[in-house]
C-alpha cells in the first residue's frame, strides 16, 4: 500500500512564499511523473506544475516564474516553492504521482490528500 503525505500549506499574504511538501511511503519500485494540481472553490481541478524522472518540468502559464517544482527521488519526496503569492492562488493542493510497485509492472495514479493554500489579499 502506499500512502502520500501532504505539508506545508497555511495562510500568507500576498507577495508572500510557501513550500509543499509531498512524500510517498509504503512498497515503491520507481515514481515516474510527480505532479501538483489545485482546485478552487466552484472550479475544475487543474494541473499547477509536473515533473518527469528525468527532471523535466512544466508549469501552468499562471504561475510560470513564481513557482518551482522538485523532486528528491532518495526519499520519494516532491516539493512546490510557491513564490510572489497571488490571492488567485487560494486552492486545495494536491500531489499526485504515476508510480510503479515491486511485482507488478503496470503504473497507477496515486492522490495526496490535500493541503489548503490561502493567500490573502
Known amino acids: 500500500q502506499v500512502q502520500l503525505v501532504e505539508s506545508g500549506g497555511g495562510l500568507v499574504q500576498a507577495g508572500g512564499s510557501l513550500r509543499l511538501s509531498c512524500v510517498a511511503s509504503?512498497?515503491?519500485?520507481?515514481?515516474?511523473?510527480m505532479a501538483w494540481y489545485r482546485q478552487a472553490p466552484g472550479k475544475q481541478r487543474e494541473l499547477v506544475a509536473g515533473i518527469s524522472s528525468g527532471g523535466t518540468t512544466d508549469y501552468a502559464d499562471s504561475v510560470k516564474g513564481r513557482f518551482t517544482i522538485s523532486r528528491d527521488n532518495a526519499k520519494n519526496t516532491v516539493y512546490l516553492q510557491m513564490n510572489s503569492l497571488k490571492p488567485e492562488d487560494t486552492a486545495v493542493y494536491y500531489c499526485?504521482?504515476?508510480?510503479?510497485?515491486?511485482?507488478?509492472?503496470?503504473?497507477?495514479?496515486?492522490w495526496g490528500q490535500g493541503t489548503q493554500v490561502t493567500v490573502s489579499s
Open positions: 509504503g512498497s515503491i519500485f520507481r515514481i515516474n511523473v
Open positions: 499526485y504521482l504515476n508510480l510503479v510497485v515491486p511485482n507488478n509492472l503496470i503504473p497507477y495514479d496515486y
